[in-house]
T-cell receptor
Framework: DGGITQSPKYLFRKEGQNVTLSCEQN?????MYWYRQDPGQGLRLIYY???????QKGDIAEGYSVSREKKESFPLTVTSAQKNPTAFYLC???????????????FGQGTRLTVV | ELKVEQNPLFLSMQEGKNYTIYCNYS?????LYWYRQDPGKSLESLFV?????AVKQEGRLMASLDTKARLSTLHITAAVHDLSATYFC????????????FGTGTRLQVTL
């Protein structure tokens, strides 16, 4: 089955610790995205990548880092510099620039990160 | 910079009633998307609206797009409890990179 897989589903982080959220897709999509969702709110873009080895900051990139070494994978690291990391993190992918008629984004199941 | 606003933020409606959710956006957006989110779950794609005047329907939901007014609507016909969820619209920032900007969502509660 084609889709987007995020892991883990739940993650607990101690103060001052870096943690990495995994996102893998087998849809052959060029573009991948990371969004953050706080309770009762919409989605805010953290980072996005249109092609391998290239990524751009979104609206709230501070305290986060990403890499895009493979087309299928776009891991997100939440660093200790992110002061309020507790949130629901959603990874998405889309065809990207070559899909000019339709760049619908498909989402993974999300990772719920809690600081303890 | 594209901004997307939805209203209402919360909607409680009785089964069998009709209602409309509105999505306004601030600058040109090539496409408009509607998503559904159940509590604690991911987002499910509902509609992709690609051009001015586009109308799409799926069951009791119908979405439309007016690019001149920068307005999209999601109309609910004869609501049922299963439609209770949060609905998001998203506009697309085009240019060198394509990315979605989401509205704050409309939490729909359908009561018996």
């Amino acid at each position: 089955d084609g889709g987007i897989t995020q892991s883990p589903k739940y993650l607990f982080r101690k103060e001052g610790q870096n943690v990495t959220l995994s996102c893998e897709q087998n849809l052959n999509h060029d573009a991948m995205y990371w969004y953050r969702q706080d309770p009762g709110q919409g989605l805010r873009l953290i980072y996005y990548s249109q092609i391998v080895n290239d990524f751009q900051k979104g609206d709230i990139a501070e305290g986060y880092s990403v890499s895009r070494e493979k087309k299928e994978s776009f891991p997100l690291t939440v660093t200790s510099a992110q002061k309020n990391p507790t949130a629901f993190y959603l990874c998405a992918s889309s065809i990207g620039p070559r899909g000019r008629k339709n760049t619908e984004a498909f989402f993974g199941q999300g990772t719920r990160l809690t600081v303890v | 910079e594209l901004k997307v606003e939805q209203n209402p933020l919360f909607l409680s409606m009785q089964e069998g009633k009709n209602y409309t959710i509105y999505c306004n956006y601030s600058t040109t957006s090539d496409r408009l998307y509607w998503y559904r989110q159940d509590p604690g779950k991911s987002l499910e794609s509902l509609f992709v609206l690609l051009s001015n005047g586009a109308v799409k329907q799926e069951g009791r939901l119908m979405a439309s797009l007016d690019t001149k007014a920068r307005l999209s609507t999601l109309h609910i016909t004869a609501a049922v409890h299963d439609l209770s969820a949060t609905y998001f619209c998203a506009g697309e920032n085009t240019g060198t990179a394509s990315k979605l900007t989401f509205g704050t969502g409309t939490r729909l509660q359908v009561t018996l």
